[in-house]
């Protein structure tokens, strides 16, 4: 029989219950199924994710790995808490907060990219697990600086991760990119002919952002303005403000 989530995610410690103790040992162990699946993932994108699939990797069968990971939307949440638990998590010794921010925003980013499905994951039980857990005392921990209330320090966070996920959405790759970019040249003086007159100031400002960004979208040019103004918007809660 299946533990239950929350006795999954928490596995490793001492007071979990574990699995039955007779017969055999099992094949593969939770863990080894859940790192497995992480990299399949990380390969071949959430959709190839199946408890089929992974237990044909792992060379048991399906019913043997249900007992181990719960269902698949339960694996999906273990897989989520696995990669917040190895996420680096170097100490805060900056004291201007802005930085510590900072970090914290490109170390999620990097994250995002590494591991794209995680953005795919949005079941709000990952919140139980003891590595997402230690990543979000971890970064609550870089608005010490600000001295804000409990509530104030959550929201803070929620806010500068919720601008993380939607930039790390934007960088997703885009299959059509490079097919716009080899076909400007026709298209563009094309898309003038049709525009004529019309829209003026989309005219303007898409031909100046163009051109100093060197394409229609720049990921980095977004992602550096963006961070600054959710570090502007933080500023006003600094103390002595």
Known sequence: MARELIDLLWRDHPDAPQGGSRGPR?????TEAV???????????????????????????????YTHVGSRDDLLVLMADAVHAGAARPPHTDDDWRARVRAVADA?????????????????????????????????HALDPLALTDVDRDAALTFVLDFVRGAAR??????????????????????????????????RVGAAAGAEQGAAYSADHAWQFGLERVLDALASLAPGR
């Open 26 to 30: 099992a094949r593969v162990t939770t």
């Open 35 to 65: 790192a497995a699946a992480v990299a399949l993932a990380d390969a071949e994108g959430l959709a190839a994710v199946t408890v089929r699939r992974l237990a044909a990797d792992l060379g048991v069968s399906a019913m043997a790995l």
């Open 108 to 140: 999620n980013l990097a994250l995002l990219t590494d591991h794209a499905w995680l953005l795919d994951v949005t079941d709000q039980r990952t919140a139980l697990g003891p590595g997402t857990i230690a990543k979000y005392d971890h970064e609550l």
């Open 170 to 203: 934007a960088r997703r790759p885009d299959p059509h990119g490079a097919a716009m970019a080899a076909d400007w040249d026709t298209w563009g003086p094309r898309l003038a002919g049709y525009l004529g007159d019309a829209h003026p100031l989309a005219q």
